[in-house]
DNA sequence: CGCGACGTTGATTTGCCTCAACGATTGTGG
DNA sequence: CCACAATCGTTGAGGCAAATCAACGTCGCG
């Protein structure tokens, strides 16, 4: 149970075995069903998750119903609302998974725990945290500066996996746009060739 | 000179005198002229720069020649290009001072060596870098929920004094759209009221 | 003084949205 | 296991937000 996240956290940091014991023991094992909420607006936001199994959504949702996606996840990735995390207030934002799905999650009071116990964990969050803020700035210049169709293609470059896991209209509303308008690019992408 | 970055470390972490010492030893103070480039694309960012005095873009550049900006920072902000810093990679940005600026910067073995001796500030970069990562949320959301107008009065409100000090056309860019729309938007903004 | 940076305005075009109608596929309760 | 509903993708008509291009006025500054 514990395998994937100890190679993932490898990669950043390097752990005791007592480390390693207490980290486990900090963590909760959750299984949720396909579209299910692992968070809703103007709930706080009480957990950070790795996926081990399974694929999830975050999304923002206006008042004309009309949702934004902000990430795709899928094994391998955390999935919070990191700003109700931390700030303990409210969220605007959704999780829902897409898939069945498997997690283990750590919530404020441990994750505070955690810091204090093995200060090393500090560095892995911050990296991880940067990590995403690089890949958030790289998009919010593609959704500025590129055309729906260059978004798409990219994005079919970047996430080939993810791409054949979730359907064309959430894929449309993950590059800005609505789902009519993708399957019209589609089409004259088939066109081409 | 370090009275003001000593303030706002104090917000994140507590250090003893000693470790203060340390920490401003690793730094270095640099004052640059209004217009002057601190990073261009193709380098590799080796700084991370508070801003004592003055004002600074961060922006992207299009094969067109359009400017996307990423980030508008004055005083008691931080500026770097954090993925070109972090990885060591040549960066995509461009980081210019819009006036004559002051600054004190870490360069990355320095950075490396105040986390090796000061874990504590693992914390606070992480703290910072989290903060970025929720306003670039918001912020792309509104890009792609919001229109023109709604975001240009939100910027007003959310930053009355970067509005002063920066030309229009750059708000312009900086939310996402042309000068001349902006100029549309502000002339109907008037006839409103 | 003259020139470049800046903001405005108008005409035209375009990228994308909304709404509506329609098949195809999936899934689910009876 | 079928029937019906929901979900999903496609297509077309019409509309709007914002881009582009071009011309022009103003101002601050070297």
Redesign the interface.
């Known amino acids: 149970m514990f395998s994937e996240i100890d190679r993932f956290v490898a990669r950043y940091i390097q752990l005791s075995e007592e480390e390693l014991a207490l980290f486990h023991s900090l963590l909760r094992h959750r299984k949720v069903r396909k579209k299910n909420f692992l968070l809703q607006e103007g709930e706080v936001c009480d957990f950070e998750a790795l996926i081990l199994k399974g694929c999830i959504r975050t999304y ?1 949702l ?1 008042k004309e119903g ?1 949702e ?1 996606i ?1 990430l795709f996840a899928v094994e391998e990735w955390w999935v919070s609302d ?2 109700s995390f ?1 700030e303990r207030k409210p969220s605007n934002l959704f999780i829902e998974t897409l898939e069945d799905s498997e997690l283990l999650t750590i919530d404020f009071n441990d994750k505070a725990r955690l ?1 204090e116990k093995i ?2 964990f ?2 892995m ?3 991880l ?2 990590r ?3 890949m ?2 790289q ?3 593609s ?3 590129q055309t729906a169709e260059e978004r798409y293609l990219q994005f079919l470059e970047k996430y080939p996996l993810v791409a054949q896991r979730v359907p064309q209209h959430q894929i449309a509303r993950y590059i ?1 746009v609505s789902p009519e308008f993708l399957s019209k690019v589609r089409s004259t992408l088939f066109k081409k060739h």
């Open positions: 923002y206006d009309v934004t902000l990191i700003t931390s810091f200060p090393a500090e560095r969050f911050r990296l945290v940067q995403s803020l690089g958030l700035q998009r919010y210049y959704s500025i500066s800005g």
